[in-house]
């Protein structure tokens, strides 16, 4: 359970529950999509895992409640090696999805990896959320039995909910972080142009996500599920802009970004909008 609670649960969900969204979409198999689930799930654990066993001295010192690790309740040995064994699995698992979709997955577990050895400290600190997720759609449409990259639209849609989660996730630790010598972007940025840059970013993916389709000529203009879609997410940005100014409130913000990037995916999904060339 402590492992658990080490592994950033809520988030590493949340991109579980969009790779198994995106699989269903692009009609996968059932088994495959619950290959993906798993692998998801696997590496998402590691990047969490990974990130409290290098910030453990740091969390310690700046009297994180909510690590296990830096309340002592764990090891700081324990946590690392269940990094590298989750990693492992998760590169593993999706193995059995053939190369192509082990090499996505790979770069995505690698720039979460990345992330937290070196470039959450510097003004880079966007970059691997910016690679990594616009790797995470590769991994659902070279999963398929004939593997296929994804399509322009689908990749920079991906990219920008990269960018929207960096500064979503950054936000409720802005101070803390401060305090042990972290000054990545978001910090750099501050908390209130932070939260507006990330619906900024949720808004340029609803909108890629809602046009892409049509311009990329693999699909009709949008239809009545992507419009009342749209007007979902335009109420999600216009709220999280708001809140931003006035008074970041920061987990909600980030709570209200998950919200968004699943109500964007299931759209896709619902909509059985293509996600790779013919």
């Known amino acids: 359970m402590l492992l ?3 592994a950033h649960p809520g988030p590493s969900a949340a991109v579980t529950l969009i790779c198994i969204v995106l699989g269903i979409g692009a009609g996968l198999a059932p088994w495959r999509i619950a290959v993906i689930g798993f692998a998801i799930l696997l590496g998402q654990f590691s990047v969490g895992l990974s990130n409290d066993w290098l910030d453990a001295e740091r969390d310690f010192h700046a009297g994180r409640a909510d690590k296990p690790v830096a309340r002592g309740w764990i090891s700081v040995s324990a946590v690392r090696n269940a990094a590298f064994v989750a990693g492992a699995a ?5 193995g059995v999805l053939g190369g192509p979709a082990t090499l996505a997955h790979a770069l995505f577990i690698a ?9 959450k400290r510097t ?6 959320y910016l690679v990594g997720f616009s790797a995470l759609p590769a991994v659902v449409t070279l999963a398929q039995s004939a593997p296929k990259l994804p399509l322009p639209w689908v990749v920079a849609a991906g990219a920008l909910l990269g960018v929207a989660a960096h500064f979503a996730n950054a936000l409720p630790d802005l101070d803390d972080d401060r305090l042990t010598g972290v000054v990545g972007l978001p910090h750099r940025l501050g908390a209130q142009t932070s939260g507006i840059v990330t619906f900024a970013a949720l808004a340029g993916a609803t ?7 049509s311009l990329s000529g693999t699909g009709e203009p949008p239809g ?4 009342i879609a749209f007007g979902v997410e335009s109420l999600i940005v216009v709220v999280g802009i708001v809140l931003a100014v006035t008074r970041p409130p920061a ?3 980030f709570r209200l970004l998950i919200l968004g990037a699943l109500v964007a995916v299931a759209s896709v999904a619902l909509s059985g909008t293509q996600l790779t060339a013919s």
């Open 4 to 6: 658990v609670l080490s």
């Open 90 to 94: 998760g590169i593993a698992a999706t």
């Open 111 to 119: 720039s979460g990896w990345t992330y937290n050895l070196w470039l």
């Open 123 to 128: 003004a880079l600190s966007v970059l691997p």
């Open 207 to 213: 909108t890629l996500v809602v046009s892409g389709p």
């Open 224 to 227: 009545v599920l992507a419009w």
């Open 251 to 253: 987990r909600p913000l």
